[in-house]
């Protein structure tokens, strides 16, 4: 069985440019979530989307936005990058909210110069 | 707002010693997870913790969970070179599960000399 898939693994931005990270969760998982971890830090919780609707947002900025297509795989958009924003961004999967299992990607790599 | 706390942050020691991580959060959960993190890898699960008092063993990791004292702790038994790792844990505050993500602590970043 495939995993949780992201795409792409490593990516170099400009600053005030815009970014696009996709992820496919594992077959079965109705639920995705995307978490930023800074280098040197733990994740921290961007949004979680179940059956194409958000459910969660953590303390981010407008400039993140996200969507989840009918095929349950997931985009996570940044505008207006910052140096800031250079990170590892993570995608988990589960089977819905309410489920006790979370399984990550292997993350998509941004460096924003 | 949910505060997790993680200690040490940093954990040097040798082979076959035994330490302890620990991990102490601020609001009620029954829900705790361990993640290990090596170097520019994603998080792999170790261990979710559902209830007080629940304690989870695999190889030479031990996680427990006391949900009254909001602390859980893993317990490194016999270290090996190839546990060396970041260690993170992370609580799920929402009710029911998920919606509000989870919040992890800063990581124990440990190493494990010959």
């Known amino acids: 069985d495939a995993g949780v898939t992201q795409s792409p693994t490593h990516l170099i931005k400009t600053r005030g440019q815009h970014v696009t990270l996709r992820c496919s969760p594992i077959?079965?998982?109705?639920?995705v979530s995307w978490y930023q971890q800074v280098l040197g830090q733990g994740p921290q919780f961007i949004f979680q989307?179940?059956?194409?609707?958000?459910?969660g947002r953590g303390n981010f900025p407008d400039r993140f936005s996200a969507r989840q297509f009918p095929n349950y795989s997931s985009e996570l958009n940044v505008n207006a990058l910052l140096l800031g924003d250079s990170a590892l961004y993570l995608c988990?999967?589960?089977?819905?909210?309410?489920?006790?299992?979370?399984?990550f990607g292997s993350g998509t790599r941004l460096t924003v110069v | 707002e949910l505060k997790v706390e993680q200690n040490p942050l940093f954990l040097s020691m040798q082979e076959g010693k035994n330490y302890t991580i620990y991990c102490n959060y601020s609001?009620?959960?029954?829900?705790l997870y361990w993640y290990r993190q090596d170097p520019g890898k994603s998080l792999e699960s170790l261990f979710v913790?559902?209830?007080?008092?629940a304690v989870k063993q695999e190889g030479r990791l031990m996680a427990s969970l006391d949900t009254k004292a909001r602390l859980s702790t893993l317990h490194i038994t016999a270290a090996v070179h190839d546990l060396s790792a970041t260690y993170f844990c992370?609580?799920?505050?929402?009710?029911?599960?998920?919606?509000?993500?989870?919040?992890f602590g800063k990581g124990t970043h440990l190493i494990i000399q010959p």
């Open positions: 988990a999967s589960s089977l819905s909210t309410k489920n006790y299992g979370y399984t």
């Open positions: 077959s079965g998982h109705k639920s």
């Open positions: 989307y179940y059956e194409k609707e958000e459910r």
């Open positions: 609001t009620t959960s029954d829900r």
């Open positions: 913790l559902l209830s007080n008092g």
């Open positions: 992370a609580v799920d505050m929402a009710p029911g599960g998920g919606a509000d993500g989870l919040t």
